[in-house]
Nanobody
């Protein structure tokens, strides 16, 4: 059974950096576009970033553009979210998800496979 497992979350100070990983198991994720979403406490889950199956096309939410970078290593069956200059408002549980085709890239109901999430806490 295909699974996605996120890791790399944790506490970080304002202005710090983290790299989240999303590893696929049970099936190669190389055929899927991959997305990152986040859910802050008491709020809805929101789109963060997406990357096409080959890695050539990426999209970002305005709130993270210029600070976050999504990348993938299909040989390692892993997708990454590099987060720099983190702010307290980035505090959330971060989820990776898989879908066929890159568009639409920001609608969570289009993603059919989800990880369990990894929490990120940014302190001021």
């Amino acid at each position: 059974q295909a699974q996605l497992v996120e890791s790399g979350g944790g506490p970080v100070e304002d202005g710090g950096s983290l790299r989240l990983s999303c590893a696929g198991s049970g099936r190669t994720i190389g055929n899927y576009a991959m997305g990152w979403f986040r859910q802050a406490p008491g709020k809805e889950r929101l789109f963060v970033a997406a990357i096409s199956s080959g890695g050539a096309v990426t999209y970002y939410a305005d709130a993270v553009k210029g600070r976050f970078t999504v990348s993938r290593d299909n040989a390692e069956n892993t997708v990454y979210l590099h987060m720099n200059n983190l702010k307290p408002e980035d505090t959330a549980v971060y989820y990776c998800a898989a879908k066929f085709g890159i568009r639409p890239y920001d609608q969570e109901d289009q993603f059919h496979l989800w990880g369990q999430g990894t929490p990120v806490t940014v302190s001021s």
